[in-house]
């Protein structure tokens, strides 16, 4: 397994994978202007040196070996014991049990000329830190290549992040739908039937470190602000730090991968990349339930569509409706409107041939809000809210409640903005739907904002607080937005 993975980290992938594409002449202007990093190979060339593993078999059958070690495993023995079989062979490893402490096992290693020892744990994959490996041979060979490239490199290491390249390219991640489709055509005449699959990945390379170009040519780009959301990653074949440009090294866990844009890179360097995730629609599954800064990006509009295409729709037709908002709709219709929004987006159908009960689409707008993982009203500033209703003074209240509504995200405040000018209109059509700002506060307080804690008794503690937020806000949205 260690070996296949070795052999993808051949040096001959290195320079066909990043080299200038043939395709590069049918780069529109912009990406014609941009000059393609040059990948910093110090540390790839450090992990190829790195000791290869060395198994010490040991010549007698163990007693009591556990099942999932090898002939490695040599049983009770000391470390001085485990000292002379590795026999001052760099790489060198063997596995055996604690004299001290019975049922504890230790990875023996030889590197850099002694014997490291180290507690060695197995829950269904074999770990010493927070790597974990299917097998003992994988997680020796990461190890070696992290220990020679930490020793040989340290000082080189810590100063990756001085001099990074994202600043001057961008990161490269990609909105494949929009960036691929101007990278693939040319001017005069389209060439998608003649480009090879080996053109594919060249232009697949550069189109992704062009991106940040393409998207300040729309002018449609709605500028929130968005922390990536880098997860720990695991790298099949060789990759490069899309901040920094330095070797990932490593067998697994490499490095971190944005889930929302897919920018990849160290896990030091993620500290430092600017909170500017542009998330890509392939990756984005879902409408409901997915973060609201999150969507809006992805989807480049100022608002959640589903707020946008819901508010339209009540407003052409149930504005006078009797109970607007109070009254429920069949739920089963409503989760039909949900899974729409979740297949079809900004396509989704909900007119009045499809759904004629207006409360099937209030009650589903209602849903988007209560699924959001982050309520509109968001967690940080849950608090403040309701320190702000707690004032007794009118005026002082008005303003408190303004202060603490400018620290929202911008695509949460927004979003807010525009549904409570809409709930005003709701409310100036009181005399038929008999909706007015009190009663909307009670149906909208709960579902724009919920304490961090999950917690009923504050919730119930409260909810008097987070009705009177909504009903200010409705009552005086001329004035706080």
């Given at each position: 397994?260690?070996?296949s993975?070795n052999?993808s980290?051949?040096?001959?992938?290195?320079?066909?994978?990043y080299?200038?594409p043939r395709?590069?002449r049918e780069?529109?202007?912009y990406?014609?202007e941009?000059?393609?990093?040059i990948?910093k190979s110090?540390l790839y060339?450090?992990?190829?040196e790195?000791p290869?593993p060395?198994?010490?078999?040991?010549?007698?059958e163990?007693?009591?070996r556990?099942?999932?070690?090898?002939?490695?495993?040599?049983g009770?023995?000391?470390?001085e014991?485990a000292?002379?079989l590795?026999?001052?062979v760099?790489g060198?490893?063997?596995?055996?049990?604690?004299q001290?402490?019975p049922?504890?096992?230790t990875?023996?290693l030889?590197?850099?000329?002694?014997t490291?020892n180290y507690?060695?744990?197995?829950d269904?994959?074999?770990f010493?830190?927070?790597?974990?490996?299917?097998?003992i041979h994988?997680l020796?060979?990461?190890?070696?290549i992290?220990l020679?490239?930490?020793t040989?490199?340290a000082?080189y290491?810590?100063?990756?992040t001085?001099?990074?390249?994202?600043?001057?390219i961008?990161?490269?991640?990609l909105?494949?739908?929009k960036v691929?489709?101007?990278?693939s055509?040319?001017?005069?005449?389209p060439?998608?039937?003649?480009v090879?699959h080996e053109?594919?990945?060249a232009?697949?390379?550069?189109?992704?470190?062009?991106?940040?170009?393409?998207l300040t040519h729309n002018?449609?780009?709605?500028?929130y602000?968005?922390?990536?959301?880098f997860?720990v990653?695991?790298?099949?074949?060789?990759h490069w730090?899309?901040?920094?440009?330095n070797?990932?090294?490593g067998?697994i866990?490499?490095?971190?991968r944005c889930s929302?844009c897919g920018?990849?890179?160290?896990?030091?360097c993620?500290k430092?990349v600017?909170?500017?995730c542009?998330?890509?629609?392939k990756?984005i599954k879902?409408?409901?339930?997915?973060d609201l800064?999150?969507?809006v990006k992805a989807?480049n509009?100022?608002?959640?569509?589903?707020?946008?295409?819901c508010i339209r729709e009540i407003?052409?037709?149930?504005?006078?409706?009797?109970?607007l908002?109070?009254?429920s709709g069949?739920?089963e219709?409503?989760?039909?409107?949900?899974m729409?929004f979740?297949r079809d987006g900004e396509?989704?159908?909900i007119s009045a041939?499809?759904y004629?009960?207006?409360n099937?689409i209030?009650g589903?707008l209602?849903?988007?809000?209560?699924?959001?993982?982050i309520?509109?009203?968001?967690?940080?500033?849950y608090?403040?809210?309701?320190?702000?209703?707690?004032?007794s003074?009118?005026?002082?209240?008005l303003?408190?409640i303004h202060?603490?509504?400018?620290?929202l995200?911008?695509a949460?405040y927004?979003t807010?903005?525009y549904?409570?000018?809409?709930l005003?209109?709701?409310t100036m059509n009181?005399?038929?739907n008999?909706m007015?700002?009190?009663?909307?506060g009670?149906?909208?307080?709960?579902?724009?904002m919920r304490p961090p804690?999950?917690?009923?008794l504050?919730?119930?503690h409260?909810?008097?607080y987070?009705?009177?937020?909504?009903q200010i806000l409705i009552?005086?949205?001329d004035?706080?937005?």
């Open positions: 397994m260690a070996a993975s052999s980290l051949s040096g001959s992938s290195v320079s066909s994978v080299s200038e395709s590069q780069l529109p202007k990406a014609e941009y000059q393609p990093p990948w110090y060339q450090l992990q190829q790195a290869r060395k198994r010490i078999i040991c010549p007698r163990v007693e009591n556990p099942k999932y070690y090898g002939r490695e495993f040599h009770i023995i000391s470390r014991q000292d002379e590795l026999g001052g760099e060198a490893y063997i596995l055996r049990e604690s001290r402490q049922g504890c096992y990875l023996a030889r590197f850099g000329n002694q490291l507690r060695l744990f197995h269904g994959k074999h010493v830190g927070e790597k974990r490996f299917e097998s994988d020796v060979t990461d190890g070696l992290t020679y490239i930490e040989k490199a000082e290491i810590s100063k990756m001085t001099n990074p390249i994202y600043e001057h961008g990161y490269a991640t909105l494949r739908e691929s489709r101007k990278l055509k040319s001017k005069n005449e060439r998608k039937t003649n090879t053109e594919h990945t232009v697949d390379k550069i189109s992704s470190l062009v991106r940040r170009a393409a002018d449609n780009h709605f500028n602000e968005k922390t990536h959301n997860k990653h695991t790298f099949r074949g060789p730090c899309e901040y920094c440009a070797f990932m090294w067998l866990a490499q490095g971190v929302d920018l990849n890179v160290h896990k030091q993620s430092h600017p909170n500017d542009q998330p890509d629609l990756r879902k409408v409901y339930c997915c800064t999150t969507l989807h509009t100022q608002r959640p569509m589903v707020v946008d295409i407003e052409a037709r149930g504005l006078k409706s009797e109970g908002y109070r009254v069949f739920t219709h409503i989760e039909d409107v949900k729409a979740d396509k989704a159908d041939n499809v004629p009960d207006i099937i209030t589903a209602k849903l988007y809000f209560r699924d959001l993982p309520p509109v009203i968001t967690y940080d500033t608090s403040k809210f309701i320190d702000a209703a707690k004032i003074n009118a005026d002082e209240r303003e408190a202060e603490v509504l400018m620290l995200p911008p949460h927004e807010l903005r549904l409570m000018i809409h005003k209109k709701v009181e005399k038929d008999f007015n700002a009190e009663n909307l009670i149906v909208f307080g709960p579902t724009l804690e999950d917690s009923t504050t919730t119930l409260d909810m008097r987070q009705k009177l937020i909504v009552e005086n949205e004035v706080l937005f």
